[in-house]
């Protein structure tokens, strides 16, 4: 079975600026999770979809959205871009709502400039 | 609200020594512990993981044992080899939202020859 993938790899952008990024979950995995990683902050929950629905969220302000289409696919979305926003961003995918086991992406590097 | 301690690092240790990476936690309710791999370019990888008190969680040689009275999960490994190397994140998940993870802020290992 393929792995997470995530798109782009990597991406540069302009404050200001909005960005998209992609996560397709491994095959048969419904839920989908994301992740920001950065050196000052670590690792912290974004959100959660399942069923293209939000179903968990994060403390992070609403510029930070995201979407679940009918194949399990989800992008996420950040709007005004800031200079804070430049990290690794990583999307997890599980089998179910509210599951411990979680497999990574490999993570989409976002620079904002 | 939920939070994981994890030792600084980066840790420097010469291949076959033994390993500890202490993590403690505060959580209201009864968490499952997690220990999390990043090895370079790669994404998060499941190392081990406990879900109640005096579980312990094994795989690859590393160990940890879920210790409610003193709320820590310590990682550890006998003898460490070169590919040890990684970043390791110690995490929780609350009971009632299993997929959303709180991390600790990683530790780095090096491991030489």
């Known amino acids: 079975k393929a792995g997470v993938t995530q798109t782009p790899r990597y991406l540069i952008k302009t404050r200001g600026q909005q960005v998209t990024l992609s996560c397709s979950p491994i095959?048969?995995?419904?839920?989908v999770s994301w992740y920001q990683q950065t050196p000052g902050q670590g690792l912290q929950f974004l959100f959660e979809?399942?069923?293209?629905?939000?179903?968990n969220k994060g403390n992070f302000p609403g510029r930070f959205s995201g979407r679940q289409f009918s194949n399990s696919r989800s992008e996420m979305n950040v709007s005004t871009l800031e200079l804070g926003d430049s990290a690794l961003y990583l999307c997890?995918?599980?089998?179910?709502?509210?599951?411990?086991?979680?497999?990574f992406g490999p993570g989409t590097r976002l620079t904002v400039t | 609200g939920d939070s994981v301690t994890q030792m600084e690092g980066p840790v420097t240790l010469s291949e076959e020594a033994f390993l500890t990476i202490n993590c403690t936690y505060t959580a209201t309710g009864y968490p499952s512990l997690f220990w999390y791999v990043q090895y370079p370019g790669e994404g998060l990888q499941l190392l081990l993981k406990?879900?109640?008190?005096?579980d312990k969680g094994s795989n690859k040689g590393f160990e940890a044992t879920y210790r409610k009275e003193t709320t820590s999960f310590h990682l550890e490994k006998g003898s460490v080899q070169v590919s040890d190397s990684a970043v390791y994140f110690c995490?929780?998940?609350?009971?009632?939202?299993?997929?959303?993870?709180?991390f600790g802020t990683g530790t780095r290992l090096q491991v030489t020859l």
């Open positions: 979809y399942f069923s293209e629905t939000q179903r």
């Open positions: 406990a879900t109640k008190a005096d």
């Open positions: 095959s048969g995995h419904r839920s």
């Open positions: 997890a995918s599980s089998q179910r709502q509210g599951s411990e086991k979680q497999y």
């Open positions: 995490a929780l998940s609350d009971s009632g939202t299993a997929s959303k993870l709180t």
